[in-house]
Structures are given as C-alpha cells and as structure tokens.
C-alpha cells in the first residue's frame, strides 16, 4: 500500500511506500496551497482541495497525470473531501461558505448541497454508507 499527502510548505502532493520508502512528489507545479487529499485506488484516482489565489477541487490518476479541475466556481476554503465509494460521489466541506457539498467524481457534474450552516467553520468531512460526519472547528 501507498500513503499519500499534501506538503503546504511546498505545495507538492507526495507518495510512498506505507513503511516510508521509495517518496517521490507525484504533483508539484501549478499547486497553490493544497489542503486534504482523497484516494480511489480501485478507479486509480487521487482528489485534493485547494485554497489559495484560485481554490478549487482536483483530480488525477495515481501518478499525478491527466490533472483536471472539477469545481473551481462558487467555492472559497474548501477543507476536508471524502469518497462515497457505493455513489461514486466526491464530498467536500467548505469553511467559507459553510457547506458540505458533492459532485459526480467521474464527470464532475451532479453537484449538489448536502448540508449549509451559518458560523458553522467545517474542517473536516467523511461519508459511510447513509451518514455524513464533519468536524466543526
């Protein structure tokens, strides 16, 4: 297995080997302060959020190659992101705009608001079967 992580420092989003060896960066140009990362192993996808000048939610295979960007309207501090691996939806929770909402993680498109608060700062977000858990800060 792989473990796969975000470097804010750096902006790089990296891989290795679960007991630390063979780390190589998979995505270092065109980050702008990557937040959290998703993995679909059996679809070889990897999601991530990003603040930064442009915030937005990505895709890539494994590798890091045939990056596309699948929402980058109507968000602001997208924090946590979570896979529904039964719906094939994409879930993220916003700070900013205090939503949690989702999106087909194929296309990109179905998106729809899960849940909107007011003051509420969501960090976090993990979907299993028909619930929803999310951290408040």
Known sequence: GNIYW??????????????G??????I???LDQPRS????PEKGYLFWTE???????????????????LVSLGIAWPN???IDYEDNKLY???ARTDKIERIDLES????????AGSNVDMFSVAVFGAYIYWSDR
């Open 108 to 115: 990109g498109g179905h998106r729809e608001i899960v849940l």
């Open 28 to 30: 270092s140009q065109g």
């Open 37 to 40: 990362i998703a993995v679909h």
């Open 6 to 19: 975000t470097d804010h420092g750096f902006n790089l989003i990296e891989v290795a080997r679960l007991n």
């Open 92 to 94: 993220w929770c916003d």
């Open 21 to 26: 060896s063979f780390r190589y960066v998979i």
């Open 51 to 69: 603040w930064g000048q442009t915030p937005c939610i990505g895709k890539a295979h494994l590798d890091g190659s045939e990056r596309v960007v």
């Open 80 to 82: 946590g992101i979570s």
